[in-house]
């Protein structure tokens, strides 16, 4: 369960972007269950309909179908807006590598463009999807803000410059940007069906149907997997945070990593499972390891994850 201590006024209104989406419609629904009034913005690129579908008949949701990439639609779905939590991105590191023009597109320009709305229409705070990919090639762990290394892929360069954004539109503008880098995000509505599917819920397709899964490399990389809870209590806790949080961009993970041989060994004891997987060649752009320092979301953001792996996968 979420903190008490969030106080947000009932009559508080938020935009999701990417509401859509794995993350963005898990957003959606929390808020809603909360008493939040929801406008939910998505252009069905990542997104499914059925997570919208899911919504659409409570009084205090309103989906508009739309891009973040025009600027006349991110400034109408920012209008009569108190908090925008904007999740609204191309996700994946190998298809940005293929593809590196439409992240730029997407991930930077429209995000921009974002700002640029929320800038305008007076929201009081923009929170923001960045990633653990920001960290790139730095081999130091934990990963801490201010510690990072060299971007290796078209994705995380997007996310870094997200955060260049969020930083300059709230020391020049004054619009209270707060970056959030997840850590490898697992739960309920994950797509297993992408190509770039993530690691968990491409496990959980294939060892349901006794079909043998591929791991990548020798499958000792490392990865601090976060359940979508943590990442819900961090985007509320983050609209509500001291201004001084501002500007800034903080590690939204559980702090504990696991490797991936071990995360696949832990999944087939919970599913009753005997299958051994199969290891394929690694894939450019991918980090080796991957284990977050949260203590400076501790201190500013007062987050406080609840739900490691185990917990997370069980539920």
Avoid at 133 to 144: A, M, R, W
Avoid at 171 to 196: A, H, M, T, W
Wanted: some cysteine; glycine content about 8%.
């Amino acid at each position: 369960m979420l903190d008490k201590n969030i106080k947000i006024p009932l009559g508080t209104k938020f935009l999701v972007t990417g509401a859509a989406g794995f993350i963005g419609s898990n957003l959606v629904e929390r808020l809603l269950d909360m008493g939040y009034e929801v406008r939910g913005l998505d252009n069905f690129s990542m997104g499914k309909c059925g997570n919208v579908k899911e919504f659409i008949c409570n009084f205090r949701y309103e989906f508009m179908e739309g891009d973040i990439r025009d600027f006349t639609t991110c400034l109408n779905a920012c209008t009569d807006i108190d908090y925008v939590l904007h999740q609204a991105a191309l996700g994946s590191v190998p298809r940005s590598m293929e593809e590196p023009l439409i992240y730029e597109d997407n991930n930077i320009k429209g995000t921009a463009k974002m700002m640029e709305a929320a800038r305008k229409r007076g929201v009081k705070r923009f929170i923001y999807a960045s990633s653990s990919s920001v960290y790139g090639d730095s081999v130091k762990l934990p990963k801490k803000e201010g510690e990072e290394g060299e971007v290796l892929s078209p994705y995380a360069l997007t996310k870094q410059v997200n955060e260049y954004y969020g930083k300059l539109y709230t020391k020049v503008y004054g619009l209270g940007c707060i970056g959030l880098r997840y850590f490898n995000v697992f739960g309920p509505r994950q797509n297993p069906d992408s190509e770039y599917a993530a690691v968990i819920p491409k496990f959980i397709k294939g060892l349901k149907v006794n079909k043998q899964v591929e791991i990548y490399g020798d499958g000792e990389q490392t990865r601090d997997f976060t359940y979508i809870e943590n990442v819900i209590e961090a985007n509320l806790k983050a609209c509500i945070a001291p201004q001084e949080a501002c500007g800034q961009a903080f590690n939204i993970a559980f702090g504990k990593k696991i490797s991936i041989n071990r995360l696949y060994e832990l999944m087939c004891e919970e599913l009753g499972i005997r299958l051994d997987p199969k290891y394929v060649k690694s894939r450019p752009g991918d980090i080796k390891h991957s284990l977050a320092d949260i203590t400076k979301s501790k201190d500013l953001l007062n987050y406080n994850p609840e739900w490691d792996f185990k917990k997370g996968f069980v539920e």
